[in-house]
């Protein structure tokens, strides 16, 4: 496949390092713009501005398959998506940091009147951000929460931190809730697929897929996650602020929102009904002890400064908060933060990966999810004719890999090995990244 990237930017470099191995990679963008580590890609580079017709020949847009616009300008992505297709009648792929794009462009595309000019894909990384945090911050002492099959599938990733239930235990002598699977262990910050005769130590991280009841007696038999979350502190009211508070009002979860502009707290009081609004700086020590941020049950910070927000978290950590979550916008600096001690850090450039690698995937298999900084990948897969009546135990994987869930119509189901599964299931599978695609190519029949 073809694309073409407009933007070398910390997005841009993303996409192109990860698809440059399997297709045909151009990045558009001025020489000045010009990444570091893009010399040691086998990629192509054009310089110049997309929306220049010229710079789309150049690039051979007429034999693109995707054009990325993901740029630093919302305005400057639109115009070149918009000439790209208007040119080269290729699928565009729109990066907006502004929610009135987004609405407008999908508005648009939905229009009779805008027949074949109009943008295919719109990603506003803040809205996956904020989607993303709030399936966390609801489900008491996950580090990852993914939802499956309209919610009635669920991914769960928990910390061992001296549970004597388990630890030290092997995974089949755990006895692990019924209709649940452990499917994935990170342990050192390497993740791999788990067999029933793996020991579990301290410090592991333990995923689960199973169906949401399951997951709940889960929770509160192995990981004390027996009351909800209740009250939450927001440090940084800016778009993602807006958005997560909003959602969390309608859990009618007590939240509060400290921001330090006074300006934007009157804009959150007008457009928020039940969250309180602080106008203070959540680095001053005396303030958040003030504010009992040390009682929350969950501390977020999502500024949009690494630095300030790795602060804010580890005085809240120090005030004794029981989670923190903390928005990272170098993806490169994830790792620091959790090393330092922060529970979740999380990216809304991961999040947008995400999202292109799944519109990439073939018609039959999507990417629902990553997990462990892309580790790990949750794909969902149709069974086809050659498939149907085979039992889990016979598929004969070429490499390891968990088929979590089993979809049939209306139906979920948290198969074991004598499971069989047929024609239009849909099978959502776990399995690491390096052999994501032995898997997929497993179920493709020629």
Not at 212 to 224: M, P, Q
Not at 250 to 264: N, W
Not at 329 to 336: E, G, Q, T, W
């Amino acid at each position: 496949m073809k694309i073409v990237i407009y933007g070398a930017t910390e997005i841009g470099c993303l996409l192109a390092t990860e698809f440059f191995e399997d297709h045909d990679i151009t990045i558009i963008d001025k020489e000045e713009n010009r990444a570091k580590e893009l010399s040691s890609l086998d990629i192509s580079f054009v310089a110049g501005n997309a929306s220049n017709i010229d710079v789309l020949k150049s690039a051979d847009i007429k034999n693109a398959d995707i054009f990325i616009a993901c740029t630093n300008t919302d305005e400057a992505n639109i115009v070149a998506c918009l000439s790209a297709k208007q040119y080269g009648g290729v699928r565009t792929i729109c990066f907006v940091n502004r929610e009135e794009y987004k609405n407008t462009l999908n508005f648009e595309k939905n229009s009779e009147q805008s027949k074949n000019f109009f943008i295919d894909y719109i990603i506003w990384p803040e809205e996956l951000l904020s989607q993303e945090i709030f399936r966390i911050v609801t489900v008491a002492q996950a580090l990852d929460v993914e939802n499956f099959a309209d919610g009635r599938a669920r991914l769960l990733e928990y910390k061992v931190q001296s549970n004597p239930s388990i630890t030290g235990k092997k995974l089949k002598e755990c006895g692990f809730t019924q209709d649940t699977l452990m499917v994935g262990l990170t342990r050192n910050g390497e993740l791999f697929i788990p067999n029933g005769d793996t020991e579990i130590q301290d410090e592991d991280k333990l995923i689960f897929m199973g169906n949401v009841h399951s997951l709940n007696i889960l929770a509160g038999t192995f990981f004390h996650e027996k009351d909800p979350v209740k009250n939450v502190a927001i440090i940084g009211g800016g778009t993602v602020g807006r958005i997560l508070a909003r959602s969390l009002e309608t859990l009618k979860i007590k939240t509060k929102i400290i921001e330090k502009d006074h300006e934007r707290c009157e804009f959150l009081a007008e457009n928020l009904t039940n969250t309180l609004i602080i106008n203070g700086d959540g680095t001053n020590m005396q303030l958040l002890d003030e504010e009992e941020i040390g009682s929350a049950d969950v501390v977020i910070s999502i500024t949009n400064n690494d630095e300030r927000n790795l602060l804010c978290s580890l005085l809240a950590k120090q005030l004794g908060a029981k989670r923190v979550i903390s928005r990272v916008s170098k993806v490169l600096n994830i790792p620091l933060f959790e090393k330092v001690g922060i529970d979740i850090a999380i990216s809304a450039k991961n999040a947008a990966l995400n999202e292109v690698k799944n519109d990439l995937q073939e018609n039959n298999v999507d990417i629902l999810a990553t997990v462990e900084q892309g580790q790990g990948e949750v794909l969902e897969i149709a069974v086809v004719s050659e498939f149907d009546g085979k039992k889990i135990m016979d598929l004969k994987f070429p490499a390891r890999a968990v088929v979590g869930v089993v979809q049939r119509r209306n139906k979920v189901i948290i198969p074991k090995g004598d499971t069989e599964i047929h024609e239009d299931d849909i099978l959502i599978i776990f399995t690491t990244a390096e052999n994501a695609d032995q898997i997929k190519n497993f179920f493709k029949v020629n």
